[in-house]
């Protein structure tokens, strides 16, 4: 198999999984531990020759419990929406809501990968023929549009294979952003409510319905400020959900985990029937949470080193400078138990952790996805 030259040093850049030394105070907000450091040696596969590697992708990639990687591809001409693609060695998958018959101007807001089934998040009207205040530049958004009386949040159940099977209406006092599905088959979101404008999170059952609302993240304003009796408009209700863009839910150890990125803020897990646990994790000095591997046995946590923005520039990483750290960290207290160091990070990122290895996606010269694999040191 020839690989491309940024492949070739790709996986140059990697060495093999032993404890180079013992950890040193790298000022983590934690303890010090007395916890072993390893780097990871990344091998490619072939590539996956059926399929063309899309040119855009949106973080977070999540993975399901038999490791097959889920991920959204941002679409032209506004790229607001999202296709949601499913990958393994073998083949792709679609998840697409574009051309449902019975839902017209779908706008996406978010998917997760279940035990049985991929669910996807989206704002949508049930009317063929939209009033005129919800109409908008074809490929344009509106922040307060979703809010509309005729609008509707609806979960969409998909086969694995990527067969439609059917919509779930979700309650309209509330407008939701993040969602995952737990082991039981229930459903936790977080969203705004309509009244109020202020963030929750509820249980929700199989069909959408609300059981309960859980006790929010610590980290999490959940207050509106709007004065006594005032009803929150449009606006007011726009401004309220972007405080919930920073969060997102990942599926690890048989349970969710609900964590704020960027922002230095406990991790609530969540378990079916909605018991939570809120932990206080680890985080080293200058650095923020950037995300969570999915696993099904371990908390696999990725940081990102805190870079001051400058106006009109983007903020651009490299793990090559040392910009992320990944770690293992004990889901019963919080503190590190080992770093894995990496040298670099495929394309795509580190996608999931299934049976102790390590999974990633990079691009070939000919636009194929290379799957890349470690194992993680016993």
């Excluded at 704020?260 to 200058?286: F, H, N, Y």
Aim: aromatic content about 12%; some cysteine.
């Amino acid at each position: 198999m020839k690989l491309s030259r940024a492949v070739q040093l790709f996986v140059a850049s990697w060495v093999v999984a032993v404890p180079i030394m013992n950890a040193q105070d790298k000022g983590s907000s934690a303890p010090l531990n007395d916890y072993p450091v390893y780097q990871l040696v990344f091998k490619p596969a072939p590539p996956i020759t059926p399929l063309r590697a899309l040119a855009l992708f949106s973080p977070p990639v999540l993975c399901a419990q038999d490791g097959t990687a889920y991920f959204g591809s941002p679409e032209p001409p506004a790229y607001l929406e999202r296709t949601v693609y499913s990958l393994n060695a073998t083949e792709q998958r679609v998840f697409t809501y574009r051309d449902l018959q019975e839902l017209h101007e779908p706008h996406f807001r978010g998917f997760f990968p279940g035990v049985s089934a991929t669910f996807v998040l989206v704002n949508a009207t049930q009317d063929s023929d939209p009033s005129l205040d919800t109409v908008m530049p074809k490929g344009a958004v509106s922040p307060s549009e979703d809010f509309a009386d005729n609008r509707h949040d609806f979960l969409l159940k998909f086969e694995n294979s990527g067969r439609f099977l059917r919509a779930i209406q979700l309650p309209d006092e509330l407008r939701f952003y993040r969602f995952a599905e737990l082991e039981d088959g229930s459903f936790v979101a977080m969203g705004i409510d309509r009244a109020s404008a202020a963030a929750r999170l509820s249980l929700l059952t199989s069909d959408g319905k609300i059981v309960r609302d859980l006790p929010p993240p610590s980290g999490l304003a959940v207050s509106s400020n709007l004065p006594e009796g005032k009803i929150a408009d449009r606006r007011a209700l726009a401004e309220a959900a972007s405080r919930l863009t920073t969060w997102f839910f990942a599926p690890v150890r048989h349970k969710v985990l609900l964590y704020a990125k960027g922002v230095d803020a406990p991790v609530l897990e969540i378990s079916p029937d909605g018991v939570i646990r809120e932990v206080q994790i680890a985080v080293p000095k200058g650095f923020s949470i950037d995300g969570f591997v999915s696993s099904n046995d371990l908390w696999l946590v990725r940081y990102a080193r805190k870079i001051a923005a400058e106006f009109g520039k983007p903020v651009i990483r490299r793990s090559a400078n040392g910009d992320y750290f990944l770690y293992e960290v004990d889901f019963n207290d919080g503190r590190f138990r080992r770093e894995l160091s990496m040298a670099s990070i495929p394309n795509l990122g580190i996608a999931c952790e299934h049976g102790g290895t390590l999974t990633g996606y990079s691009f070939s010269r000919d636009s194929r996805y290379v799957p890349f694999t470690a194992s993680l040191p016993q």
